[in-house]
């Protein structure tokens, strides 16, 4: 199912969102994840899947979230930087994994945080 084009009153806990490019890219990765929602940061704007997130949330159906996307993708991070917003801004669980070889490597916010600022990674 696509996220942006599913009702925000039909989703159920927990949400589970995924790179549309993750079947593909890492097809045991994908089938751990349970009945996931895909949606492509390379041809959305990330504000707008954020919106859309802030607004299932609102509905309260949703206090789980399970973001997932491949490794080393410079539009799917951007899935990642949302849930670390939306984190801040509502009381709700986000957990975040990259696929890599087959695996879910869960990533923690911290390393998210210092993804946007490569000044602190340069050291």
Do not use: W
């Not at 969102?17 to 890492?26: K, N, Q």
């Not at 491949?70 to 990642?80: F, G, T």
């Amino acid at each position: 199912m696509q996220l942006m084009t599913t009702n925000i009153c039909t989703f159920k806990d927990p949400l589970v969102i995924c790179g549309t490019c993750l079947p593909e890219m890492d097809q045991i990765a994908f089938n751990k994840l349970p009945n996931p929602y895909f949606v492509c940061l390379e041809t959305i704007h990330m504000n707008m899947v954020a919106h859309k997130i802030a607004s299932i949330i609102e509905q309260g159906n949703v206090k789980r979230i399970i973001l997932a996307s491949v490794d080393k993708s410079p539009h799917c991070i951007q899935l990642h930087h949302i849930g670390r917003e939306l984190n801040k801004m509502f009381n709700i669980e986000i957990k975040n994994y990259v696929a890599k070889q087959g695996e879910l490597i869960e990533i923690s916010k911290e390393t998210i945080g210092l993804s946007k600022n490569l000044s602190k990674l340069q050291g």
